[in-house]
């Protein structure tokens, strides 16, 4: 069985400072995908960022990069110089093998970014 | 492009009552997930629809069914609702393999009452 594990029920950060939040893993399978979705009040998740178990480096996009560490079985989302706009709900979320197959999501950290 | 678009937005429905929640996906995605999402939770999976099938389950009841239609767009049916399916429902669509595809809509928010 898959499970995502979210310790941080909320996290505090004051804009323009970087916030790391944190996710563990637990598969037994090699292949897997590591996903980090975004959702404001209006419910729609948001895609952040992807990291495949095979891939070599850690994946960036834009202010978003993603702290891979296999051994650990973690996959941090670490967000750069925050905005106030950054205030939501995140969630980590792992699919099992090459195919899309359901997702497993953890329960969520809540981000709010202070002027 | 539009993305994958919910229907009805919010519902109110009373215990007992039957439900049938709608999905769009996006262009170029064959595949459609379902998801319900209680207050305060992350996403639990419900099923996936692939070429009108149901392909892959999670551990919801039976009172939970769902259909996709040959232009890919599916229903997710909920009966003999309990308070407990209080949630958002939420859609996402994906090509069957590749990338990492997911693409959410923004819900459908159903009351129990």
């Known amino acids: 069985a898959q499970k995502i594990t979210q310790t941080q029920p909320g996290m505090f950060v004051q804009e323009k400072e970087a916030v790391t939040l944190d996710c563990t893993y637990d598969t037994s399978d090699p292949s897997y995908g590591l996903f980090w979705y975004k959702q404001p009040s209006s419910g729609e998740m948001i895609f952040l960022i992807y990291?495949?178990?095979?891939?070599?480096q850690n994946a960036t996009e834009g202010r978003y990069s993603l702290n891979f560490q296999k051994a650990r079985k973690s996959a941090n989302l670490v967000i750069s110089a925050s905005q106030l706009g950054d205030s939501a709900m995140y969630f980590c979320a792992m699919r099992v093998g090459g195919s899309n197959y359901k997702l497993t999501f953890g329960k969520g950290t809540l981000l709010t970014v202070n002027p | 492009d539009a993305g994958v678009t919910q229907s009805p937005t919010h519902l109110i429905k009373t215990r007992g009552q039957q439900v049938t929640l709608r999905c769009s996906p996006k262009s170029g995605h064959d595949t459609v997930s379902w998801y319900q999402q209680a207050l305060g939770q992350g996403p639990q999976f419900i099923f996936q629809?692939?070429?009108?099938?149901?392909?892959q389950r999670g551990n919801f009841p039976d009172r939970f069914s769902g259909h996709q239609f040959p232009n890919y767009s599916s229903e997710l049916n909920v009966n003999a609702l309990l308070l407990g399916d209080s949630a958002l429902y939420l859609c996402?669509?994906?090509?069957?393999?590749?990338?990492?595809?997911?693409?959410f809509g923004s819900g459908t928010r159903l009351t129990v009452v």
């Open positions: 629809y692939y070429e009108e099938e149901e392909r």
């Open positions: 996402a669509s994906s090509p069957l393999m590749g990338g990492n595809g997911y693409t």
């Open positions: 990291q495949g178990s095979y891939d070599q």
